[in-house]
């Protein structure tokens, strides 16, 4: 049926206009798709992100406009599939065969390989060296991709070399795997490669299921490693929850081709076959080269071996295979395996150890992190005797204790860390790990505040683990500023104990620093007139200084603006310090347990005592606000008021509003078509009033 427009023509666009639109989505495809493989897979992006947005969306809005020209392959659909309730069985045409592996980890597996294939070849010792092409071994799942006609219409994972999973949907995300290849492509192709995700990648996932555990989300976990958390991805149902995973993908290999009428290319050797694959817009490991003979396996096998770890993903080891199609044909296969490839391994980076026990460590900012030192095991190519245990919910929910038999993992310049308790080796007596409440180092109490993964050290001034930071911190150029005193100098100053507490400063003398290296007489008089000068400061700058958490330079305005004077600062009660506008819960509590450590309050005294001063005024007149203190939430309609003016006039009165309802809301001022917020509150028991309620507390 076709609709008529109110001009009585048949209505969507004419045809002049659909065929310009066309040709403009054609021209945004091919551009969008040149950009994404030079940012995705060459990694030298050309234009601005901002560029590549526009282009994007000029592309989504004409296919709105014109639906009938949205095709598979066009980069809006990459993302977009529904969720499925199953993956369907898809059958290789070309089985999709493993590698054997040779686990002599030294030279000799390069040397047994090549004497294999020269045997096989009925080569003898004085004919030329067999050429290989040699790749890295990738660590992550075999992927098979099918275009047809040069359109990518299907992926599938290996399964059991014969029937795999469909997985096309979550593969369309991996934005470095072209949806269409070039005129000239086979009217098959089948590509062949590894799906796996980058170290930096998997560090960034887990970081995010950490906070989600700590923010009380259930059924989360955190992945044990890229190669888990990749082949989870590919089976997710939902193309939405993969694409968060940031899949990468290296091609190596083919499957079933079949060739176009018209010609096009035809491969003798593997390596022009991997050349036309990156020429297609495939990434391919710049490390894939050719090599001669066994020598050269030997001397790819101790090159790549050395650049293992500063790799940027996992790699288990490499591929040596024979380069000409030809002689791939002649040697055939055993099994399941061909004998013209093999991967020839490295140390493994996972390994069994056992737990000596469990000491926490102080970060420079105070974190406090759980650590298992290990019996010392040989993993990922070094010798591991502590593995991180992240923190206190990582170490419960994997329930590491001391004496457990664990699987540790060290790859790259990664932290080790502990995977995994082996069930059934436990001693009885085990106990189970628990936070410590004061800090190891300094004695100072150990809190952990809501929502947050971790606990810190508050003695931040006097803790000796966060000297340094502390130090630069107050020699910031926005807080007390000693110009002069950077990096550099602190880290040379506490390690060579000179500095043991930030008050030390001002007894630096002319001998000390001259004694440090390279430290000219000229900087050593700098320093010393830079740190007199300090000590005339003003009193937001020494509160911002003091590096008390959540105390940023507005809030440390706010505060002095409010008390004036830093004695009624330090001895405010939590309730005193909410008055202050910019202060919240959080802040009033980090700011009490800040100056309820003695260790703290020394620190000021002492920088007070070695002259550091500023000028106090009195605390400005502040007529009591009704509502500090006080936390509301507001949901639905107003009868008078609009959002912004409720929470304009409540934070006015002292009150603070937030998003969304929890034990510490006091009142839901709840309006019309009140929703979820409202439910919350009714199971939490949170007080709920309405408009006229809200108008009544704030006159009071
Ligand atoms: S070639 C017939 N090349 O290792 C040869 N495989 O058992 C087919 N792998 O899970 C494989 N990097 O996904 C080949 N450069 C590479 C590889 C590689 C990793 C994986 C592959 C499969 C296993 C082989």
């Not at 993964?453 to 508050?458: S, V």
């Not at 979820?676 to 704030?698: C, F, M, N, R």
Request: aromatic share 6%; hydrophobic share 40%; net charge negative.
């Amino acid at each position: 049926m076709t609709t008529l427009d109110m001009f009585g023509q048949p209505s969507g666009p004419p045809a002049s206009q659909h065929a310009s639109a066309a040709k403009r989505v054609a021209a945004l495809r091919a551009e969008l798709g040149a950009h994404a493989h030079r940012y995705y897979v060459l990694d030298e992006p050309t234009i601005p992100d901002s560029e590549y947005d526009r282009l994007f969306r000029e592309l989504q809005d004409l296919e709105a406009a014109h639906p009938e020209l949205v095709t598979v392959d066009s980069p809006t659909q990459r993302v977009g599939g529904k969720p499925l309730d199953h993956f369907a069985s898809v059958r290789h045409k070309v089985p999709m065969l493993s590698i054997r592996t040779e686990t002599d980890t030294e030279a000799t597996g390069a040397q047994n390989f090549d004497t294999r294939v020269r045997k096989e070849l009925g080569l003898a010792d004085s004919d030329p060296p067999v050429e290989y092409v040699v790749e890295l071994k990738f660590d992550g799942l075999a992927m098979s991709l099918r275009y047809e006609h040069g359109v990518l219409v299907q992926a599938a994972t290996r399964g059991d070399g014969e029937v795999g999973e469909d997985v096309t949907q979550n593969i369309r995300t991996i934005n470095q795997i072209p949806l269409k290849l070039p005129a000239d492509a086979p009217d098959v192709m089948e590509v062949r490669g590894e799906v796996y995700i980058r170290r930096a990648d998997f560090e960034a996932l887990n970081e995010r299921q950490r906070e989600k555990i700590a923010q009380g989300a259930k059924g989360e976990k955190t992945f044990v490693n890229p190669r888990n958390a990749a082949a989870g991805g590919v089976r997710q149902l939902d193309p939405a929850i993969a694409a968060q995973r940031r899949l990468s993908f290296f091609a190596y290999g083919v499957g079933d081709i079949t060739p176009s009428e018209q010609g096009g290319p035809v491969f003798d050797t593997h390596f022009q076959l991997l050349l036309t694959l990156k020429s297609w817009g495939f990434p391919v490991a710049a490390q894939t080269q050719l090599a001669q003979g066994a020598t050269e396996l030997i001397a790819f096998h101790q090159a790549i071996g050395q650049q293992r770890d500063s790799l940027p993903y996992d790699i288990d080891g490499v591929v040596y295979k024979v380069n000409s199609l030809a002689l791939q044909r002649q040697l055939g296969f055993v099994t399941r395996e061909p004998r013209w490839a093999v991967a020839h391994k490295y140390p493994a980076q996972e390994q069994l150890t056992t737990v000596v026990g469990i000491e926490v460590q102080v970060g420079r900012t105070g974190k406090l992190t759980p650590v298992a030192k290990l019996a010392p095991v040989f993993v990922g190519g070094v010798t591991v005797t502590n593995a991180t245990l992240h923190n206190e919910d990582e170490a419960r929910r994997k329930d590491v204790r001391v004496g457990d038999t664990v699987i540790v993992r060290r790859a790259g310049d990664v932290i080790p860390e502990v995977v995994s308790v082996l069930p059934g080796k436990r001693l009885h007596d085990a106990q189970i790990f628990t936070m410590p409440r004061t800090c190891p180092v300094c004695g100072s109490a150990a809190v952990r505040e809501e929502g947050e993964a971790d606990y810190r050290c508050t003695g931040g001034l006097f803790c000796a683990a966060q000297r340094k930071e502390a130090i630069l911190h107050y020699a910031h150029r926005r807080a007390v500023e000693v110009e002069g005193l950077g990096d550099k100098l602190v880290e040379q100053l506490v390690d060579a104990n000179v500095i043991r507490v930030l008050p030390d400063i001002y007894k630096l003398g002319l001998t000390a620093l001259a004694s440090l290296d390279r430290m000219a007489e000229k900087s050593a008089n700098n320093l010393i007139e830079a740190l007199e000068k300090s000590k005339q400061t003003t009193l937001p700058r020494f509160l911002f200084g003091l590096g008390i958490r959540h105390v940023g330079e507005a809030t440390a305005k706010a505060l002095a603006r409010h008390f004036a004077k830093l004695d009624a600062i330090m001895d405010a009660t939590e309730e005193q310090l909410l008055e202050v506008g910019d202060v919240g819960p959080v802040v009033a509590q980090s700011i009490r347990t800040f100056f309820d450590q003695p260790h703290n309050r020394e620190v000021v005294e002492q920088l007070r005592a070695c002259g550091v001063t500023w000028e106090e005024g009195e605390p400005a007149a502040v007529a009591p606000k009704p509502l500090s203190g006080k936390t509301f939430v507001i949901t639905g309609t107003l009868p008078s008021l609009s959002r912004d003016e409720a929470k304009d006039l409540i934070e006015a009165a002292g009150g603070k509003v937030a998003g969304s309802v929890s034990k510490k809301t006091n009142y839901v001022v709840a309006g019309s078509e009140a929703g979820s917020k409202l439910v919350k509150a009714q199971e939490l028991g949170v007080a709920v009033i309405d408009e006229a309620v809200l108008l009544t507390l704030l006159s009071r």
